[in-house]
């Protein structure tokens, strides 16, 4: 069973549309992620939930929306879409509930391409 | 303000051999340190994981080293193989958020 799963893996939408991209974990863990990456690469965190409550929000615009429906999911949806958002998406876990100090859990990541 | 960053940003060596990737960071105040491994198309794994207090971890041919007052640590990756051919990661947790190096690409050749 994958641990951290996230969908769609690929999405190809046009400038000004909306979408959205959905993250699931089943590890019980109470902290979820969601990382950007960009196009050199760089990882860098964008939101941060416990147990459904935002806890870190890394001056992202506000376009990006977070929401979590309990705390085995955590959803990103984004508006209007621009062309600087194509990269990467990853959802993460952890068991902690403030700075990680226990493993992080990946997953496979949504590659998202603005036209 | 945390930077971490990874020297050498690619890597390529003929299997069998041993090596070492680097990682520094600028702010010593961390709780942990992590070294991760992403294949093309896919997630990050976690490999490792240093708690400030600790000097190194070791799991099969990997051994993570970590000196908190110089602000480093190392991954060092015994008789390598093809397999292990993929970027390799590392990120501090401290006061802020996790924090990530842009990582090595290793290339291992048969």
């Known amino acids: 069973d994958t641990a951290v799963s996230q969908t769609p893996k690929y999405l190809v939408t046009q400038m000004g549309n909306d979408k959205s991209i959905k993250c699931e974990q089943n590890?019980?863990?109470?902290?979820m992620y969601w990382y950007k990456q960009d196009s050199k690469k760089f990882l860098k965190i964008m939101f941060s939930y416990n147990n459904k409550e935002l806890i870190i929000n890394e001056t992202v615009p506000n376009r990006f929306s977070p929401k979590s429906p309990d705390k085995a999911h955590l959803n990103l949806h984004i508006n209007s879409l621009e062309l600087g958002d194509s990269a990467v998406y990853f959802c993460?876990?952890?068991?902690?509930?403030?700075?990680?100090?226990?493993?992080?859990?990946f997953g496979s990541g949504t590659q998202l391409s603005v036209l | 303000k945390q930077e971490v960053t990874q020297i050498p940003a690619a890597l390529s060596v003929p299997e069998g051999e041993n090596l070492v990737l680097n990682c520094s960071f600028t702010?010593?105040?961390?709780?942990?340190l992590q070294w991760f491994r992403q294949d093309p198309g896919k997630g990050l794994t976690s490999l490792l994981l240093i708690q400030s207090s600790q000097r190194e971890q070791t799991s099969g041919r990997l051994n993570a080293s970590l000196d908190k007052s110089s602000g480093r640590s190392t991954l060092y990756i015994a008789a390598s193989q093809p397999g292990d051919s993929a970027t390799y990661l590392c990120?501090?947790?401290?006061?802020?958020?996790?924090?990530f190096g842009k990582g090595t690409r290793l290339s291992v050749i048969a």
């Open positions: 702010d010593s105040a961390i709780y942990n």
């Open positions: 590890l019980g863990h109470d902290t």
């Open positions: 990120a501090v947790s401290g006061n802020t958020p996790l924090v």
């Open positions: 993460a876990s952890s068991q902690d509930s403030g700075p990680p100090r226990e493993k992080l859990f």
